[in-house]
């Protein structure tokens, strides 16, 4: 009897040893299969995003005219050099355009500074879907381009829609254009969105300088504000501009 229990106990003992061994291949080649999808879903996800990064790049058109990296029109040809960056609905942008516009004009004409307008695109929420400030920044590209910047940036600024509309329709920013001397490769930009990739791009930048609000003022690369962060005035503005002339 106990021959026959130890025989039992041994054979047992080699069932479970051989259980226990096709579960630890089991395991194993569960675990080989996992990390074979994984790594086909990580192949895929890569290809995918590549793809995606191809295909902004191979969109994006850098208006001939720009600077600053592709970001900025530069106008005048002053030593002081003043970035402005502003969004087509933003009407702190209007208002300071109404109040110093006159002004920035004036020391563009006596050659004390350069201007480099950086259109951005951070209201585009605020227009109902259209993307405004994306199609109207895309438009002053093209009016760039064809050596009408900123006739088409005042006329902008003239025809400013209220923050929380549609915005203007392509087809009024177009005649908008015609009215400035603007002809058909303009309209053709406007209509194909051919500088809204760009548009995206001069956004990106304006945030990763640190910048969050429209419109930032730059004088000889310090931001000039007004007290507790509000629109400088003309006499700050003026005074920033005499300060970097030395």
């Known amino acids: 009897m106990s021959k026959g229990r130890d025989r039992a106990d041994a054979r047992r003992i080699v069932e479970q040893q051989k259980a226990a061994e096709r579960r630890r291949r089991v395991t194993i080649w569960t675990s080989v299969a996992v990390v074979a999808v994984l790594l086909v879903a990580g192949v895929i996800g890569w290809g995918v995003l590549a793809g995606q990064e191809k295909t902004g790049a191979d969109n994006l058109t850098t208006p ?28 702190v942008c209007d208002q300071f355009e109404t109040q110093t516009g006159a002004t920035i004009k004036q020391l563009l004409s ?12 951070i209201l585009d929420r605020a ?26 940036h005042d006329v902008l600024y003239a025809n400013q829609p209220a923050e929380g509309s549609d915005g203007l329709t392509d087809a009024r920013l177009i005649e908008l254009g015609r009215s400035v001397g ?8 406007v209509d194909d969105r051919t500088y809204d990739a760009w548009v995206t791009k001069v956004t990106e930048t304006f945030s990763a300088r640190g910048y969050t609000g429209t419109p930032t003022i730059v004088v000889a ?26």
């Open 110 to 121: 006596e050659k004390k500074i350069t201007v480099r307008y950086h259109p951005v695109s």
């Open 221 to 246: 690369g310090k931001r000039v504000e007004g007290p507790n962060r509000t629109l400088p005035t003309t006499a700050v503005f003026t005074q920033a501009v005499n300060q970097a002339t030395g």
């Open 182 to 189: 603007l002809g058909d490769a303009f309209a053709t930009a």
């Open 64 to 91: 001939s005219a720009a600077v600053d990296g592709g970001t900025a029109f530069p106008v005048g040809s002053g030593p002081v050099v003043v970035d402005l960056y502003e969004d087509f609905m933003c009407p």
């Open 127 to 152: 227009s109902n879907g259209t993307q405004y400030s994306t199609r109207a920044a895309g438009a002053a590209a093209a009016a760039a381009v064809a050596g009408k910047f900123v006739e088409y």
